[in-house]
């Protein structure tokens, strides 16, 4: 196969690269939606991948699919389990949206491994979240709606809370918007965005996958016993604070604030976590009364309702969902695909970035990571549409440091 096309900006077609930023900037319009949860920004996705396979199958181009060793591992248990489940018809759309999410990503990576459509992806995503914060933040402070916690036309607050918390991580990866006063601009409006969106799940993945992308950052530009001595140090710091936050009652002060940003936000945090906690202890007991083969994707809310649950809803962690309406095999292919991205994550910080004009801080690739699962405790993101953008971009940025380490090999050689 002709691989020298992808590379090339002299023979390249524009149109692919329009299609998918043009998608990019959709990834929040999920509402309303249609049959299979088929949104507007589907549409959009729908389009662009079908551009970009027209576009590879004129071109000749070679054609990478990542993750796609443990998606497979997913949609045929997930096949399997939708068969002799309550709900056949929603198990095969669920799988239906890991094929088409799995080429989007596929798409992306793919034409993210020229600098200049990679370059194009992260300026469109930074500008077009900022975008998307800024219009959230006007119509929650005007309270269109009633809203009380801003989400768009995400399906809920935390989904838009985790869309702006990834674009803020891709924000600090690249070095799109170029212009410093631009960049500050941009990253004020997608923080302000996570905090109208009420979300302490964003809030918490923002502050462990920081965390985890400093420490790692200070690992690879000091040693091991430094490391250690500032992640102990840091850990007594926020004892200490949780501790005096206790014992002088500022907990119970925020959890009965009338502030209505800390009433929809950090004062929930204790309700939320006692629901979840109800709703954990359910789900596997589901799995525990369930078979081997799983009881079916996006089964879980049918299967509590009919069993009478203290608590009626969808999974909330993709690790149990994974488990409970896929079986025991299923989460091998998580786990394959967990492992997966670490490793295009750790790849661009232990080796020379591909492109250096395009990334920022490739130490932020592990914050990516510890986010998403984190997020994924609480959440069932492997549905949502920007994370797998995020993962196209990795991808790319992955495949783009293969072929730059074989270059200097040849080189070498």
């Known amino acids: 196969m002709e691989t020298a096309s992808v590379a090339t900006p002299a023979g390249f077609d524009r149109l692919p690269t329009v299609l998918v930023a043009v998608a990019i900037v959709s990834l929040p319009i999920l509402q309303p939606t249609g049959p299979g949860h088929f949104t507007p920004s589907d549409v959009l996705i729908a389009i662009a991948v079908i551009g970009f396979l027209l576009w590879a199958g004129t071109k000749r181009i070679e054609v990478h699919i990542p993750y796609a060793v443990p998606m497979a591992i997913l949609g045929l248990t997930g096949l399997l389990a939708a068969l002799f489940g309550i709900a056949p018809g929603a198990g095969f759309v669920a799988v239906t949206q890991d094929v088409f999410l ?24 930074a500008w077009s979240a900022a975008a998307w914060g800024s219009i959230l933040a006007l119509l929650t402070i005007a309270h269109v709606h009633g809203a009380t916690r801003g989400q768009l036309t995400f399906d809920n607050p935390n989904q838009a809370g985790n869309f702006f918390l990834l674009s803020f991580l891709v924000v600090l990866l690249g070095r799109r918007p170029l212009n410093p006063v631009a960049r500050v601009c941009v990253m004020i409006a997608i923080l302000g965005a996570i905090l109208f969106t009420g979300s302490n799940a964003a809030l918490v993945s923002l502050a462990l996958g920081g965390a985890g992308g400093a420490l790692f950052a200070i690992w690879r530009k000091t040693d091991l016993l430094f490391t250690v001595g500032v992640s102990a140090l840091t850990v007594a710091v926020l004892a200490g604070a949780t501790s005096y936050a206790i014992e002088s009652g500022l907990l119970n002060r925020i959890e009965n604030s009338s502030n209505v940003f800390i009433k929809h936000s950090v004062a929930r945090a204790p309700k939320s976590a006692g629901g979840r906690e109800t709703l954990f202890k359910e789900e596997l007991g589901l799995y525990r009364t369930g078979s081997l083969i799983g009881r079916g994707p996006a089964t879980t809310k049918l299967t509590l309702a009919s069993s009478f649950g203290q608590v009626v809803k969808e999974a909330h962690d993709d690790y149990l969902a994974t ?20 490793v295009r994550a750790l790849s661009l910080t232990l080796r020379p970035p591909p492109y250096p004009q395009l990334l920022s801080r490739p130490s932020i690739a592990i914050s990516i990571v510890i986010a998403l699962l ?10 949502y549409r920007h994370v797998w953008a995020l993962l196209g971009i990795l991808a790319a940025l992955y495949l783009c440091e293969r072929e730059a380490a074989a270059g200097r090999a040849s080189g070498v050689a």
């Open 102 to 125: 799995l080429l989007w990503a596929a798409a992306i990576a793919n034409l993210g491994r020229n600098p200049r459509n990679l370059r194009v992806m992260l300026e469109v995503w």
């Open 323 to 342: 488990l409970i309406e896929r079986g025991p095999l299923a989460v091998v292919g998580l786990l394959i695909l967990i492992a997966g991205v670490f």
């Open 374 to 383: 984190v997020t994924a405790v609480t959440h069932e993101i492997l549905h």
